[in-house]
T-cell receptor, first 111, second 115 residues
Framework: DAKTTQPNSMESNEEEPVHLPCNHS???????IHWYRQLPSQGPEYVIH???SNVNNRMASLAIAEDRKSSTLILHRATLRDAAVYYC????????????FGSGTRLLVRP | DTGVSQNPRHKITKRGQNVTFRCDPI?????LYWYRQTLGQGPEFLTY????????KSRLLSDRFSAERPKGSFSTLEIQRTEQGDSAMYLC?????????????FGSGTQLSVL
């Protein structure tokens, strides 16, 4: 499985935008870029995913580099409830569709 | 949609005992996954079911671990002769095939402590 690289931790102030980077230089043409987050004492939850084009949903935006070797998850206005571990995952189209998690980025939001 | 339900939320057991966890996926989700997570690490894939068929098992799943999904609905994960190294959060997830890709929905997990 292709690997992703994320910073171990990041900090942000409440109500400010947050840009969480992810490098995936060995991405293949059919790999989707998925982001999940895990709040304390909960299972991971889906945030967003994309293939080539930038994507927006109610939770976040995903900006994908033109060469697809990196991407950025954007939280437009961080809240205290956004404090979590954010995982960037490459997902192929093999039959199991399982997710392979790395260590993720722990986001701390300061009030 | 009541979400993925896992029981129990917490389990404390003594080394050498057997434990069983249950996962109830979102209804109509035909895919079910088990993961294990230790402190400070991301979840590690253990096994995957499509309906009642167990289609993939990780090397992490030793012969003390067994998972079943009878009738393709709920699933159980049993650990026999537990060891202290089995202490972890055990997460279940379910999904249903979507156009070209899909999202996993996770439960809140079962925290196992082996004394």
């Amino acid at each position: 499985d292709a690997k992703t690289t994320q910073p171990n931790s990041m900090e942000s102030n409440e109500e400010e935008p947050v840009h969480l980077p992810c490098n995936h230089s060995t991405i293949s043409g059919t790999d989707y870029i998925h982001w999940y987050r895990q709040l304390p004492s909960q299972g991971p939850e889906y945030v967003i995913h994309g293939l080539t084009s930038n994507v927006n949903n109610r939770m976040a935006s995903l900006a994908i580099a033109e060469d697809r070797k990196s991407s950025t998850l954007i939280l437009h206005r961080a809240t205290l409830r956004d404090a979590a571990v954010y995982y960037c995952i490459l997902r192929g189209t093999d039959s199991s569709y399982k997710l392979i998690f790395g260590s993720g980025t722990r986001l701390l939001v300061r009030p | 949609d009541t979400g993925v339900s896992q029981n129990p939320r917490h389990k404390i057991t003594k080394r050498g005992q057997n434990v069983t966890f249950r996962c109830d996926p979102i209804s109509e989700h035909n895919r079910l996954y088990w993961y294990r997570q230790t402190l400070g690490q991301g979840p590690e894939f253990l096994t995957y079911f499509q309906n009642e068929a167990q289609l993939e098992k990780s090397r992490l799943l030793s012969d003390r671990f067994s998972a079943e999904r009878p009738k393709g609905s709920f699933s159980t994960l049993e650990i026999q002769r537990t060891e202290q190294g089995d202490s972890a959060m055990y997460l279940c997830a379910s999904s249903v095939r979507e156009t070209g890709n899909e999202k996993l929905f996770f439960g809140s997990g079962t925290q196992l402590s082996v004394l």
